[in-house]
Each structure stands twice: as C-alpha cells, then as structure tokens.
C-alpha cells in the first residue's frame, strides 16, 4: 500500500511522554482522559480528514504502549466563540464533577497556559509542560494569567 499524504510526519511527541504516561497508568489509579481544542475542526479550513487519521494512529501508539484513554473530548471552536466546552472551560467535562471523581486529588498534564487554568476550573492540579513558548497566553482572559 502506498499512501500519498502521510500527516502523522507533522508532529513528534513530548520526550518520555510514554514513560511517564505509562507510568501513571500502570502504577497509580488515574484514569486518563484526553481533552483538546482543535481550532475549526470540521469546517473547510480543517476538515475531519486528515485530522482523525492522525488521530487515531497517535491513539493507537498510545494503546500500543498501554497507555489506554477512557475517553476523548474534542472541542471544535475557535477561541472568539468563547464556547464554555473550549478549554479553560468545563463545558466538555461535566460528568466529572460527581462524586465518582476526585477532582481535588486529579491532574491536568498540558503544554498550554490554559491546561493549568483548566485544572484551576475543575479544582484540580497541574503539570505545565512550559517550554518558553506561551501556548495559549491569547486564549485566556488578563485575570486569569497568573495560574
């Protein structure tokens, strides 16, 4: 078989991200979830394909290593619309706030300012993975600024 469009040479992974995610799904009792923005999805600007291709070849390298997502929550917006399910929002994570989860004692691991402003939303904690860059400063309100 041969592919004429390969997108998944488009992104590398974090260093150790299976190591220490597997880690974590080995060794403590989180469950994973994955929560992104993908700015526009489905429109004609960014269509579900190639996105979901990609997509679902990440996930199954993920499960490859074991680490296993119990679910996947997409936000398609754009930051303008100020959707409440676009992170730092909740919108996309309500059936977490039960007494099923221990929001307090939970992480939200992410590259993005608005990753630790989530995890401050769900009371939770955060891992900022800051690489100097200001992912997502734009996205966030000036008084939420200082996580």
């Known amino acids: ?3 004429r ?28 979830v994955l929560v992104t923005n993908q700015d526009g999805l489905g429109t004609s600007a960014f ?7 990609t997509h679902r070849f990440i996930m199954n390298v993920f499960e490859g290593e074991k680490i296993h997502f119990s679910a996947e929550h997409i936000d398609r917006t754009y930051p303008y619309e100020n959707k409440p399910t676009r992170k730092p929002g909740t919108g996309m994570l309500t059936q977490y706030f039960s007494p099923d989860y ?24 955060a891992f900022w993975l800051n690489d100097g860059r200001g992912l997502g400063v734009g996205e966030i309100k000036e008084n939420q600024r200082n996580p």
């Open 5 to 32: 469009s390969r997108p998944w040479r488009r992104f590398i992974f974090y260093p150790e991200v299976f190591y220490w995610l597997g880690r974590i799904a080995r060794e403590f009792d989180y469950e994973l």
């Open 102 to 125: 221990d929001l307090k004692n939970s992480f939200v691991i992410g590259d993005r300012i608005t990753d630790v402003v989530l995890a401050k939303n769900l009371g939770a904690k």
């Open 47 to 53: 269509p579900d394909e190639p996105f979901f291709t």
């Open 1 to 3: 078989m041969i592919l």
